[in-house]
């Protein structure tokens, strides 16, 4: 079993919908929980981090995070074809005064069709 | 200078040659990372530098040779690399130690990456 799974996507969305990108992982000590989006080329950014159950959000994104069920998304309202990338969860199974051991999943490819 | 730097952006390297990647922080963090991204394949952690001191290596071939002089700067040493090894190659930073998120934060930030080719 893969630490942090994503589907790989390709996830297509029209421009203006709501895209749900998803991610399990294995180990339930896990503490804190981000998303990054990379484009084509680039170096990951930070979107959301996120530490407690349930949602936060900020501006057009939301991450929900469930720890019972290992479960963290991501939703973009409002797609636009700007967010087209590759969106790639990411677990910090280490306390977070021990230095960041980040494990990511393999990304999630999304498409927005204007 | 603004964030977290890499130097060279792009690298061509032959099999018995030796290089460097240089990485810099200006974010006041103390820890430090390399990844490796190969493609379709997960962000790979290399190596992890606390406090100048090195923390974790995730079982690096030797020929791949960290060093981390102070706080801000981070080497990556390469020699007698493998056409195998070609992947974007980046470097982060964050702090640690701070309050227990989300109060503090465990936030990594990104370089841009140095693309390497090994011929």
């Known amino acids: 079993q893969k630490e942090v799974e994503q589907n790989s996507g390709p996830l297509s969305v029209p421009e203006g919908a709501i895209a749900s990108l998803n991610c399990t992982y294995s180990?339930?000590?896990?503490?804190?929980f981000f998303w990054y989006r990379q484009y084509s080329g680039k170096s990951p950014e930070l979107i959301m981090s996120?530490?407690?159950?349930g949602d936060k959000e900020d501006g057009r994104f939301t991450a929900q995070l469930n720890k019972a069920s290992q479960y963290v998304s991501l939703l973009i309202r409002d797609s636009q074809p700007s967010d087209s990338a590759t969106y790639l969860c990411a677990v910090n199974n280490r306390g977070y005064n021990q230095g960041g051991k980040l494990i990511f999943g393999q990304g999630t490819e999304l498409s927005v069709k204007p | 200078e603004t964030g977290v730097t890499q130097t060279p952006r792009h690298l061509v390297m032959g099999m018995t040659n030796k290089k460097s990647l240089k990485c810099e922080q200006h974010l006041g963090h103390n820890a430090m990372y390399w990844y490796k991204q190969s493609a379709k394949k997960p962000l790979e952690l290399m190596f992890v530098y606390n406090f100048k001191e090195q923390t974790e290596n995730n079982s690096v071939p030797s020929r791949f040779s960290p060093e981390c002089p102070n706080s801000s700067h981070l080497f990556l040493h390469l020699h007698t690399l493998q056409p195998e090894d070609s992947a974007l190659y980046l470097c982060a930073s964050s702090q640690v130690g701070l309050a227990r998120p989300p109060r503090g934060t465990d936030t990594q930030y990104f370089g841009p990456g140095t693309r390497l080719t090994v011929l």
């Open positions: 180990d339930r000590v896990s503490q804190s």
């Open positions: 996120i530490y407690s159950n």
